[in-house]
């Protein structure tokens, strides 16, 4: 009874590690794609398009690090509190809160700051350049995602799965040894039996 809650403890936490590296795989491989073939835009997956920090201008809320997840959103259900992710002046994407809203005739344009920042952004952010509002965050995981995406980090990744996959052929096989050689005995044991019978 033990061994059968060992081995189906040990299934779990196998489909579970190849779950998240074919995740992660996965993922990476469908940003890269997009960022080749659309270069000037930021790769999405059913709106939500991923960001990671590599500055502390929102600590406490988001550290350098972090993977920050944002929804693309029309602008006019935006307002002040909000954090948005929007590209600046040097088109480079930045995640900061709105504190005033400014109706610009037909647009919407906002005012933002920097939670760790003195002072406000300069200009404005308008509709055209906002990507998204901010949903939520994973923690550090950014640092990982941005090693993946180098050759070497890629590589290590791959060879991870293949490493793991290799483990759990052998250990699999291991385990049909013995169970083959087991059944073997039994086999052995019951034909001796039935001679000693005769």
């Known amino acids: 009874m ?28 469908y940003i890269m794609i997009q960022a080749k073939s659309k270069p ?11 960001f ?5 201008s929102m600590e406490t809320e988001i550290f350098v ?3 920050v997840i944002v929804k693309e959103v029309d602008s006019t259900t935006l307002k002040e509190n909000d954090i948005i992710a929007f590209r ?20 919407i344009c906002f005012e933002t ?13 308008c509709s055209d350049s906002i990507e998204g509002k901010y949903q939520y965050k994973i923690s550090k995981i950014g640092n990982a995602i941005l090693f993946i995406q180098e050759p ?6 791959m060879l991870s799965i293949f490493i793991i996959c290799i483990f759990i052929y052998i250990f699999n096989s291991k385990k049909i040894d013995k169970e083959e050689l087991k059944e073997f005995e039994e086999f052995k044991k019951a034909k001796q039996q039935r001679k000693s019978d005769k």
Do not use: C, W
């Open 65 to 67: 690090g972090d993977l």
């Open 88 to 107: 600046d002046s040097e088109n480079l994407v930045t995640t900061h809160r709105i504190i005033n809203t400014i109706n610009s005739g037909s647009e």
């Open 152 to 157: 070497l980090g890629f590589t290590v990744m």
């Open 113 to 125: 700051k920097g939670d760790n920042n003195n002072t406000k952004d300069e200009g404005i952010v």
């Open 52 to 56: 990671i920090v590599l500055s502390g």
């Open 2 to 29: 033990e061994q059968s809650k060992e081995n189906v403890f040990l299934k779990i936490i196998k489909g579970l590690i190849i779950a998240i590296l074919s995740i992660i795989l996965v993922i990476n491989v």
């Open 40 to 50: 000037n835009s930021v790769p999405s997956l059913f709106g939500y398009k991923p």
